[in-house]
């Protein structure tokens, strides 16, 4: 944020000497003289030397196989995988920080933080590969086991007034503030499955497949297990049917499958948390009911796969999904001691469109080969919880809607309702305009705000692309990809920030045109940026982005310089080189958090995007 907010006038080369020492102290301090102001602001050299987050990860892998041939068309297998990381993390902030960073504490602050995670899969199968006359069956029946632990210790607090600055231990914790943080838990699944693929005359093929997961999240609920079938028939056109000889090959497919996943863990029963700063126990906030089933999504495919005139290969699908019984949260009176309960309910519908189209062709000791993609999705809310049954007070839940988060410091939010789409944000204000729509600009008064809802737009894309394209001869090999994303929003929090703070070229190219025409007069850009600032209708921006996504250069050594015994590849590889279309300030690609994928086009002071470039050989014995 400070290298964001920089006064541009300023020369930015006196704070890389980002400390000084303090005769006082006996220590380097933080060399910032543009101040804190409300952002926590810092030397962002300091930031990065001074403010250390070290990170150390141990992780260990392993799996074993075995399998064992009964016949020449019936085998069984098993198998074992374990996945072990030991992680430990250091966060050493140093004296003279920021005092809110160090909960208040001059000499600096430390945390420590240890943890385990674990997994571990197992599995065992039966399967069958065998023809009888004109029908081949291929099938497999097992069961498996996964299991993940997670467990976490740590400890934090402010370096105490009388310790040592920067001496970074538990030992010399404030002992009023310090916190101890312990938290784990586990989670097994235990699966039988079986599957099935019966094919006729190589032409007619009919899948069919199940699965039963006992998921330790359904403890305590009236639905121990869940099943979840498929089932697929797929005809082969060409075998069936003579068709004109540009036709090489033609396969039609359906199918259908439901999926289910368990909701979270602890629902089902009471669970409670600690509170490190009243250093007591938490009493519960949902209330506990044990009438949860696990999620569901249905699907129906629809698609077909095709090879024409020998080179070109074509492949298209559609397909349509619900999914229900999602658990929501409603809010409790503070009467019934709990905040909230747990609801299941919900239909999300998805409809959509996969198809690729592709060519390659070898002539002689020239390679041509290219490879379209399309994506479609359209997505609809049919259903949230509004008039379901709420056990806790006996009365249907009002829930016209639901808010699941905002976007940072704007007034932007993600309001989910019927008949909308899982990714509708709306913004909360606008400038005040009059009865004739003119914005309101009255002498004295100046530009004014008014709370109006506004649909923004969607997060989500309407659609995506890739094209890619590969040209070899003699070993030498280019290869490029370009990928595009049309429809959907960003908004920038970042951009609003700058405008307010006149740092932006924005704000720079409005000072300079005399400010912002607002009816028939002009209002100073200062005082336009800094009223909207956080208004997020007007930093909405299209999502819409076109890129070189890839370019790749590779060459193959002939063998025999290698006595026919080793094939060797050198190459040169980058990635998001060119941005060819954007018109939004920031690649509209990149998230702010990676803990929900509804940030994704939201930028809070988030880096810039790089190009990478890269360099790697093959060898092949």
Known sequence: VSAYLFPRGDDFSIVKNFERWDEARKISVQFWPQGEGDLRMQNPYWIAYRNLRLNNKKRYMASAGLSYQILDWLNVAGRVRIDNTHSEYEGKLYASSSNTLTDGSSQGHYTVNNGQYSQTYADVLVNINKRIQDFTIVANIGA???????????????????????????????????RATQVGWREATESIFASAEVGWKSMLYLTVTGRNDWASQLTHSPQASFFYPSVGLSAVITEMLKLPDWVDYLKVRGSFSSVGNPYPRFLTYPTYSYDANKQDWKSQTNYPIGKLYPERTDSWEVGLDATLFKD????????????????????????????????????????????????????????????????????????????????ATGQPIQMPELSPLTYGHTDARLILRVGGSMGDVYGQRLLKRDLNGYILNEEGVGLAMENKETYLGSILPKMNMGWSLGFGYKGVNLGMTFTGRFGGIVISETQSVLDAAGVSKVSADVRDAG????????VSA????????????????????????????SYTLPKKWFDNKVGMTVGLVGKNLWMIYCKAPFDPELTTSAASNFYQGFDAYMLPSTRNFGFNVKFQF
């Open 526 to 553: 200062q005082t336009y940026y800094q009223t909207i600032q956080g208004t997020a209708a007007y930093y909405t921006y299209s999502a819409t982005n076109v890129r070189l996504g890839e370019l790749s250069l």
């Open 515 to 522: 400010g912002v025409q607002i009816n028939q007069s002009k």
């Open 144 to 178: 498996s086991y996964s299991g993940v632990t997670s467990k976490e210790l740590g400890y934090a607090g402010p370096i105490r007034e009388t310790g040592i600055p920067n001496l970074f231990n538990v030992y010399d914790l404030d002992n009023a503030k310090k």
């Open 312 to 391: 070109f290969k074509l492949s298209g699908s559609f397909y349509y999904a619900n999914t229900y019984n999602q658990t929501f949260y409603a809010d409790l009176s503070l009467s019934s001691g709990y905040s909230n309960i747990p609801i299941q309910s919900g239909n999300i519908m998805n409809e959509g469109l996969e198809m690729s189209l592709g060519y390659n062709k070898q002539w002689k000791d020239f390679s041509f080969n290219t490879n379209y993609t399309l994506t479609w999705n359209k997505n609809r809310v049919k259903r949230l919880a509004d008039g379901v049954y709420n056990y």
